[in-house]
């Protein structure tokens, strides 16, 4: 009896393969754009209204700041060329007769003459009565009315003479001291009330005090440094 023996056949395993997994795909997000919203026919109407506002109130502004640069320049003009200046006045000439080096003043005679000015532009002055008055070193010697009222119109120039009689001079110095710089001090003084006429204005009083220094030399002529000087002036 025969026997049949089957060998065995050994079925080779298969190698395992390697599973690769899949990288998914990335997958592309669309984004929706967010959907803009036009302003209405409102909102334009209210832009131009608001533009149009704010363009009239600049252009107000600007002509009633111009009006006011105008109006303020020509009221500075105005002033400028209205604003009273005050009178000038000067010593012209200035005489003592009858000065001796070693025995003074006796039996003088003091003439001088002054120029009052009015130097505004269109400004009239209206004056009182100038008295004028001479001291000699603080001494008063005498008063007199150099001019009675009169008006000055702008740019005029008016002249006043004074003269009066000394008899003599008593001072307490010696004379050789007094002379020791070859003058002596004399000072002319003018008061007066003055109004200032602008147009059909016119101003209330002011008080003038002129007050001018005056070197006489020893042959009694007016001192070349005091001759037109211009004299100090005041208000009160």
């Known amino acids: 009896?025969?026997?049949?023996?089957?060998?065995?056949?050994?079925?080779?395993?298969?190698?395992?393969?390697?599973?690769?997994?899949?990288?998914?795909?990335?997958?592309?997000?669309?984004?929706?754009?967010?959907?803009?919203?036009?302003?209405?026919?409102?909102?334009?109407?209210?832009?131009?209204?608001?533009?149009?506002?704010?363009?009239?109130?600049?252009?107000l502004c600007s002509c009633f700041l111009g009006l006011l640069f105008i109006v303020g320049l020509i009221a500075f003009i105005l002033w400028l060329s209205l604003r009273p200046h005050r009178p000038r006045v000067h010593v012209n000439s200035f005489t003592v007769t009858g000065i001796a080096p070693d025995n003074g003043i006796q039996n003088s005679i003091i003439?001088?003459?002054?120029?009052?000015?009015?130097?505004?532009?269109?400004?009239?002055?209206?004056?009182?009565?100038?008295?004028?008055?001479?001291?000699?070193?603080?001494v008063k010697i005498v008063t007199v009315v150099l001019l009675y009222p009169f008006y000055q119109p702008n740019k005029n120039t008016t002249f006043a003479n004074g003269t009066?009689?000394?008899?003599?001079?008593?001072?307490?110095?010696?004379?050789p001291q007094?002379?020791?710089?070859?003058?002596?001090d004399f000072r002319l003084e003018l008061i007066s009330a003055i109004r200032f006429?602008?147009?059909?204005?016119?101003?209330?009083?002011?008080?003038?005090?002129?007050?001018?220094?005056?070197?006489?030399?020893?042959?009694?002529?007016?001192?070349?440094?005091?001759?037109?000087k211009r004299c100090s002036l005041y208000f009160y």
């Open 178 to 184: 007094i002379m020791a710089n070859g003058t002596v």
């Open 197 to 228: 006429k602008v147009a059909s204005w016119m101003t209330r009083k002011h008080r003038m005090h002129a007050d001018c220094a005056v070197l006489v030399g020893s042959d009694g002529q007016i001192s070349p440094t005091s001759k037109n």
């Open 1 to 59: 009896m025969s026997s049949y023996t089957e060998i065995p056949v050994q079925t080779p395993h298969p190698h395992p393969q390697t599973t690769t997994t899949p990288t998914p795909t990335p997958t592309t997000r669309l984004t929706t754009r967010p959907r803009i919203k036009h302003p209405g026919t409102r909102y334009y109407v209210h832009r131009v209204k608001e533009s149009l506002t704010t363009r009239v109130s600049k252009f």
């Open 111 to 138: 003439s001088f003459n002054v120029s009052i000015r009015n130097p505004n532009q269109n400004v009239d002055i209206y004056y009182d009565e100038v008295d004028g008055t001479v001291y000699f070193r603080e």
């Open 164 to 175: 009066l009689s000394l008899a003599s001079l008593s001072v307490t110095d010696s004379w």
